[in-house]
């Protein structure tokens, strides 16, 4: 099944706001950690549903990124969502290779934690 189809089988259509850009929330399919944000134009979008792994749009260097192609850490795709009003995207995923979802090392880029 090609982008068209499946996006047609799809009962809303994707918002991508400024920059014709939407969030994409990434979580581990079985441990439910949140792993990352990164941003998906349509372009990304399609290339992610029709390969099967996270493929985002890197707003700093303007290019096209699928995650995993350097690092090892390929993100296959097991389901996907947009929120209540389309305008953003969870992708629930299973990490292939070192399991380190953040440039920096860590499991998920979200191990700041803030004091209450």
Not at 13 to 40: C, N, T, Y
């Amino acid at each position: 099944m090609n982008f068209e189809e499946i996006l047609s089988e799809v009962k809303f259509e994707v918002k991508f706001g400024d920059e014709m850009l939407a969030p994409a929330i990434v979580q581990d399919a079985d441990k439910h950690d949140v792993l990352m944000l990164a941003w998906m134009n349509q372009e990304a979008l399609r290339r992610t549903v029709e390969c099967g792994e996270m493929v985002f749009w890197s707003r700093s260097r303007k290019e096209y990124w699928h995650k995993g192609d350097t690092s090892g850490n390929v993100m296959t795709v097991v389901e996907w969502a947009a929120d209540c009003d389309s305008d953003a995207l969870l992708f629930k995923v299973r990490m292939h290779g070192p399991q380190v979802a953040c440039h920096t090392g860590a499991r998920s880029c979200f191990f700041k934690k803030c004091e209450k």
